[in-house]
């Protein structure tokens, strides 16, 4: 009888575990934007602009600010915000977000490539407007916004472990060149008032109010929070708390490298509600995803199920623990996912990988 329940147990703990993961030669591979041979950028931005010609799926008497495909994720995100951010379901709901949006740009508007992603270290040394990503050119995503006083000094950010403030931004205003010069918002802005646990969703959210894309480049946010260090410090990790106390801490008062990549780009990828609207953002949540992925990878057998938080914003001690079995919503985009369908990236839908 020992021996039939140690077998029981231990089919328990094989059962538990992702049964098939796909061979690493067969995995789609996400590539950094900079490995991308010019028409692969290209190929992508042209997909971005095909995601705004396709009209949105929700219906437009509910959400009147939902125009097109891009407005479908923007809402997505919209609505889940106070339950995604700063807590155990920043990476596994993003993972599948980003997912989402990889399957929509390959099924809906035939782009052949993988999702890239942002290497923030890659441009800590370097001037960000004259970056690959963000040189304005063709094969770029864009550059930084008009520069705007008014704009560019707010909101002052001060966060409690920087030991003071970012200087002001370099921009604030709209981005009136290169690829996206005509890209137009249809949601928010959001103010970050409405951040709260438990907190309600901003006033009227869905509301069409059709405006640019603006941007505020600040170059030190990422030279302090998204150095090599803090990406050695990552999958140096001994655990997923001490992980997430780095990508993402579950204090108002701090910020991490997921907010480190949002607050360089600042404008539209600064909304902590309708971020999604700006190119940039997937680029960046794939650099997200890379890490929590190569962490996983250096020991997987202990990580592949390593969670950390709740399901409110800021982790708040009244809220319980995410586990596998936490759902989580993704609105007109796919039903609702149970973590544990999300946590590894070559097994149940997923088959892909990181250069």
Same mark, same amino acid.
């Given at each position: 009888?020992?021996?039939?329940?140690?077998?029981?147990?231990?089919?328990?703990?094989?059962?538990?575990?992702?049964?098939?993961?796909?061979?690493?030669?067969?995995?789609?591979?996400?590539?950094?934007?900079?490995?991308?041979?010019?028409?692969?950028?290209?190929?992508?931005? &042209?997909?971005?602009?095909?995601?705004?010609?396709?009209?949105?799926?929700?219906?437009?008497?509910?959400?009147?600010?939902?125009?097109?495909?891009?407005?479908?994720?923007?809402?997505?995100?919209?609505?889940?915000?106070?339950?995604?951010?700063?807590?155990?379901?920043?990476?596994?709901?993003?993972?599948?977000?980003?997912?989402?949006?990889?399957?929509?740009?390959?099924?809906?508007?035939?782009?052949?490539?993988? %999702?890239?992603?942002?290497?923030?270290?890659?441009?800590?040394?370097?001037?960000?407007?004259?970056?690959?990503?963000?040189?304005?050119?063709?094969?770029?995503?864009?550059?930084?916004?008009?520069?705007?006083?008014?704009?560019?000094?707010?909101?002052?950010?001060?966060?409690?472990?920087?030991?003071?403030?970012?200087?002001?931004?370099?921009?604030?205003?709209?981005?009136?060149?290169?690829?996206?010069?005509?890209?137009?918002?249809?949601?928010?802005?959001?103010?970050?008032?409405?951040?709260?646990?438990?907190?309600?969703?901003?006033?009227?959210?869905?509301?069409?109010?059709?405006?640019?894309?603006?941007?505020?480049?600040?170059?030190?946010?990422?030279?302090?929070?998204?150095? %090599? %260090?803090?990406?050695?410090?990552?999958?140096?990790?001994?655990?997923?708390?001490?992980?997430?106390?780095?990508m993402d801490p579950s204090n108002a008062t701090l910020i991490g490298s997921h907010g480190g990549g949002h607050t360089t780009v600042g404008g539209a990828m600064l909304d902590v509600f309708a971020s999604p609207h700006d190119p940039a953002f997937f680029l960046h949540h794939g650099m997200v995803d890379r890490m929590w992925t190569l962490w996983q990878e250096r020991d997987f057998?202990?990580?592949? &199920?390593?969670?950390?938080?709740?399901?409110?914003?800021?982790?708040?001690?009244?809220?319980?623990?995410?586990?596998?079995?936490?759902?989580? &919503?993704?609105?007109?985009?796919?039903?609702?996912?149970?973590?544990?369908?999300?946590?590894?990236?070559?097994?149940?839908?997923?088959?892909?990988?990181?250069?």
């Amino acid at each position: 009888m020992r021996i039939f329940n140690s077998l029981l147990l231990a089919a328990t703990v094989v059962l538990a575990a992702p049964q098939s993961r796909c061979h690493p030669e067969t995995a789609q591979i996400r590539r950094e934007w900079r490995e991308l041979k010019p028409q692969e950028r290209t190929d992508y931005i &042209d997909a971005l602009w095909c995601m705004r010609s396709r009209p949105s799926r929700l219906p437009r008497d509910q959400f009147p600010g939902a125009r097109d495909r891009i407005d479908d994720f923007v809402i997505t995100h919209i609505n889940n915000t106070l339950v995604i951010h700063n807590n155990g379901l920043l990476l596994p709901w993003h993972r599948h977000f980003t997912w989402l949006w990889e399957q929509a740009i390959r099924e809906e508007c035939g782009y052949t490539g993988a %999702q890239p992603y942002w290497d923030w270290p890659l441009y800590t040394h370097n001037n960000l407007p004259s970056s690959p990503l963000f040189d304005n050119s063709p094969t770029s995503l864009g550059g930084n916004g008009i520069y705007n006083a008014s704009v560019a000094e707010h909101p002052a950010l001060c966060p409690a472990n920087l030991g003071g403030c970012l200087p002001p931004g370099a921009g604030g205003g709209c981005v009136t060149s290169g690829p996206f010069a005509n890209w137009t918002l249809h949601l928010g802005p959001f103010s970050r008032d409405f951040v709260k646990s438990y907190g309600p969703l901003p006033p009227d959210p869905w509301r069409y109010n059709p405006r640019c894309l603006n941007r505020n480049f600040r170059p030190e946010s990422l030279e302090i929070l998204n150095t %090599q %260090q803090r990406v050695d410090m990552l999958l140096g990790a001994p655990d997923m708390d001490a992980f997430m106390a780095v990508m993402d801490p579950s204090n108002a008062t701090l910020i991490g490298s997921h907010g480190g990549g949002h607050t360089t780009v600042g404008g539209a990828m600064l909304d902590v509600f309708a971020s999604p609207h700006d190119p940039a953002f997937f680029l960046h949540h794939g650099m997200v995803d890379r890490m929590w992925t190569l962490w996983q990878e250096r020991d997987f057998a202990a990580r592949w &199920d390593a969670l950390n938080g709740t399901a409110v914003i800021y982790n708040p001690p009244d809220a319980p623990l995410v586990t596998l079995d936490t759902l989580m &919503d993704f609105g007109v985009l796919d039903r609702q996912r149970r973590i544990g369908e999300v946590v590894d990236t070559r097994s149940g839908k997923y088959c892909y990988a990181y250069t």
